[in-house]
């Protein structure tokens, strides 16, 4: 019913930028909270940043002033602007949507996408 689709992952030198997308289709009524958030290799999946409905952010302290997590409600689409990027940003980057589905039932649900591979070569 609702798909989240990633893309700008890749390869970059330390230092350099990327900028991920993630776009969000399907069955939506309002799609509240939105966020990115990483994973490597036998650890748990961490925080990045998250962004509300309304435009407030939060961060995770090792991206700060680096990252900017950005939304376009009308695109129903997050952003994530990564900066001064570090071998430690090697990861896989997530997309997180939490979605209602109807107004008459005003449930929340959590969706996530299939990720996108973030490497930073030093």
């Known amino acids: 019913q609702v798909q989240l689709v990633e893309s700008g992952g890749g390869l970059v030198q330390a230092g350099g930028s990327l900028r991920l997308s993630c776009a969000v289709s399907?069955?939506?009524?309002?799609?509240?909270?939105m966020g990115w958030y990483r994973q490597t290799p036998g650890n748990k999946r961490e925080l990045v940043a998250t962004?509300?409905?309304?435009?407030?952010?939060n961060y995770a302290d090792s991206v700060k002033g680096r990252f900017t997590i950005s939304r376009d409600n009308a695109k129903n689409t997050v952003y994530l602007q990564t900066n001064s990027l570090k071998a430690e940003d090697t990861a896989v980057y997530f997309c997180?949507?939490?979605?209602?589905?109807?107004?008459?039932?005003?449930?929340?649900?959590?969706?996530w996408g299939q990720g996108t591979q973030v490497t930073v070569s030093s």
């Open positions: 997180n949507a939490r979605i209602i589905h109807s107004r008459d039932r005003p449930l929340e649900y959590n969706y």
């Open positions: 399907g069955s939506i009524f309002r799609i509240n909270d």
């Open positions: 962004i509300t409905s309304g435009g407030s952010t």
